[in-house]
């Protein structure tokens, strides 16, 4: 199996720095902010996986999977502390999907919503690359369009259309596929 391969020898997650947050693996005593935010409908209907609403013990459970040895995920928190910003403003993940290859996920607490930090966020960890990966695929519901704008920003090249389904929408939902190669240079109309 790929996914046992992939997570037998899960290295240790590394902080990256930029001049507005850091990006630092999770820790327990992020549960209440990552819970505040993550049950925000507006949060929640914009991901595949947080359920509206949250049950009890979702988020600390999140919380120690990403934390796991055995992950085949790695999530860091977007921390905004050197600004005098939550510890917790979002979330960043690449999922591994086979070797060399991971998928992009993030989510920003709507304060941040159209501040241009997802974008930093996803820009801070191609730049980063901690997995080595050559290629990245990301995937946005066709009703965020800011989410695609994210990726269009960063080097995503559109592949096509598809479906995923959103448990809190309990239902799948229409969305637009993305990959970039890391080494294309990104170009800037």
């Known amino acids: 199996m790929v996914a046992e391969s992939l997570t037998d020898a899960t290295p240790a997650q590394a902080a ?16 209440g902010l990552i819970g505040l935010y993550a049950a925000d409908v507006r949060v929640a209907r914009m991901t595949r996986n947080l359920p509206h609403p949250m ?4 988020v600390t459970a999140f919380i120690e999977r990403s934390l796991s040895p055995k992950r085949s995920e790695d999530v860091w928190a977007i921390d905004g502390t050197i600004i005098d910003a939550p510890e917790v403003m979002g979330l960043v993940s690449l999922d591994r999907v086979d070797a060399g290859q991971s998928e992009i996920r993030f989510w920003v607490a709507p304060a941040w919503w159209n501040t241009g930090l997802a974008s930093a966020a996803v820009q801070a960890l191609i730049a980063a690359n901690p997995q080595g990966c050559k290629t990245l695929f990301a995937e946005v519901f066709q009703d965020n369009p800011a989410s695609a704008r994210v990726l269009t920003n960063n080097g995503f090249h559109y592949l096509g259309d598809a479906e995923s389904h959103s448990v809190a929408r309990a239902a799948k939902v229409a969305t637009w596929t993305y990959s970039r190669k890391l080494g294309d240079t990104l170009k800037r109309d």
Do not use: N
């Open 55 to 58: 049950p009890p013990g979702a």
């Open 16 to 31: 990256i720095a930029t001049d507005r947050f850091t990006l630092r693996p999770l820790r327990g005593s992020d549960a």
